[in-house]
Structure formats: structure tokens, C-alpha cells
């Protein structure tokens, strides 16, 4: 069974800073795709970043960035010169190839000036 | 010029009651899907539909039934609700069931009372 753990329940981070938020993950499948996602408080899911579990290199999205460690199973997103705007819920998720998008209990990031 | 919109953003209503939540999304793409967040912000697959077909159909009670007219709009009916129904429903969509990105709409806050 596929499983994703995030176990930082709430991180706190000063502005400009750069904040990683941990994601765990366990599969059988060879073939699969990480995800994070944000959701602020205004209750909107917005999809950030991807990784191919057969993609080389990590995956980067001008601040976000996806540390991908495949032995340790392990799929870390991490933010550089955090901004307010950066306060909010984050979701790891994975999918197999033909199964659900499961996600994580999320991250709440705070974001202090 | 929203991607994925769901109407409506807000219903209250009684136990017993039947409701429906509609989803449209303009992105040309092949898969939509509905998933349930509930109070602790966990959130889950409920259905997936690829082209009008439903193709993931997780353990959720026979009275929620989806309905795609077409693969542009993905509709969530639910009979005789439950006050355990009371959730934050959101839709989302992707270029197809494979791995891909999902986009998701603003969400439906459901309160059974």
C-alpha cells in the first residue's frame, strides 16, 4: 500500500530565510510522481512542484525546490527567502501510475516578518 | 477565465436533504475528479472520471453518486445527508489519468446541520 507521511505538523520561519518541510513516502511501485501543494487560508489548493521517480535530476520552481532522495524515500520541498505570502498549508502527495493522488496530513508553515 | 470552478462555494444544509455540487473546468483536460477534506484538513480521493468514464471509485457511501455529462464537468450528487457529510469538497482536474498535476477548483464548503 502507497503511504505518505509528513511529520512536522507546524514550522515557523523568519522572512527571507529558506524553510524545508519534510515528506516521506512508501511504495512497491516503480513508477511514480511526488506533488506539493499549498493551501492558504483562503482554502485554495494550488499545485506547486512535481517529481518523477525516474527524473535525475530534482525538480525546482523558482523558490521551491523538491529534494528528492529516492533510497531514503524521501521527497522534501524547500522554499528559498521565505515571504509572508509563503503562510500557509502544504501537502505532499504521490501517485502511482493508474492510482490516486494520496496526500499527507500537511505542514502549516508560518511565515514571520 | 477560471480553470476549474465549482458552484457553490457555500451549502448549508439540513439532515436528510439532497444536494448537489456542480464542476466545470475549461483546461481541455481528460480526467476530473472529486476529492473530500474534512475538519482535520485531511484530504481524499472520492471519485475519478477519464472522458466521461469512471475509473477510481474509493470506499465512499452509495449516496454519493457522480455524474459526468461530459468531460468538461464532473457533478457530485449526494442523497439524504449525514451530518458526517459536512466537509470541504473540491474537484480538480488533469491533463489525464496518468501523471500529471491536478488543478483544483475552490472547493465547496458542505455544513449539514
Known amino acids: 500500500a502507497q503511504k505518505i507521511t509528513q511529520t512536522q505538523p507546524g514550522m515557523f520561519v523568519q522572512e527571507k530565510e529558506a524553510v524545508t518541510l519534510d515528506c516521506t513516502y512508501d511504495?512497491?511501485?516503480?513508477?511514480?510522481?511526488l506533488f506539493w501543494y499549498k493551501q492558504p487560508s483562503s482554502g485554495e489548493m494550488i499545485f506547486l512542484i512535481y517529481q518523477g521517480s525516474y527524473d535525475q535530476q530534482n525538480a525546482t520552481e523558482g523558490r521551491y525546490s523538491l529534494n528528492f532522495q529516492k533510497a531514503r524515500k524521501s521527497a522534501n520541498l524547500v522554499i528559498s527567502a521565505s515571504q509572508l505570502g509563503d503562510s500557509a498549508m502544504y501537502f505532499c502527495?504521490?501517485?502511482?501510475?493508474?492510482?490516486?493522488?494520496?496526500f499527507g496530513k500537511g505542514t502549516t508553515l508560518s511565515v514571520s516578518s | 477565465d477560471t480553470a476549474v470552478s465549482q458552484t457553490p462555494k457555500y451549502l448549508v444544509t439540513q439532515m436528510g436533504n439532497d444536494k448537489s455540487i456542480k464542476c466545470e473546468q475549461n483546461l481541455g483536460h481528460d480526467t476530473m475528479y472529486w476529492y473530500k477534506q474534512d475538519s482535520k484538513k485531511f484530504l481524499k480521493i472520492m471519485f475519478s472520471?477519464?472522458?466521461?468514464?469512471?475509473?477510481i471509485n474509493e470506499t465512499v457511501p452509495n449516496r454519493f453518486s457522480p455524474k459526468s455529462p461530459d468531460k468538461a464537468h464532473l457533478n457530485l450528487h449526494i442523497n439524504s445527508l449525514e451530518l458526517g457529510d459536512s466537509a470541504v469538497y473540491f474537484c480538480?482536474?488533469?491533463?489525464?489519468?496518468?501523471?500529471?498535476?491536478?488543478?483544483f477548483g475552490p472547493g465547496t464548503r458542505l455544513t449539514v446541520t
Open positions: 480538480a482536474s488533469s491533463q489525464d489519468n496518468g501523471l500529471y498535476e491536478q488543478y
Open positions: 511504495t512497491s511501485d516503480p513508477s511514480y510522481g
Open positions: 502527495a504521490m501517485q502511482g501510475a493508474g492510482t490516486a493522488l494520496i
Open positions: 472520471y477519464n472522458n466521461k468514464e469512471l475509473i
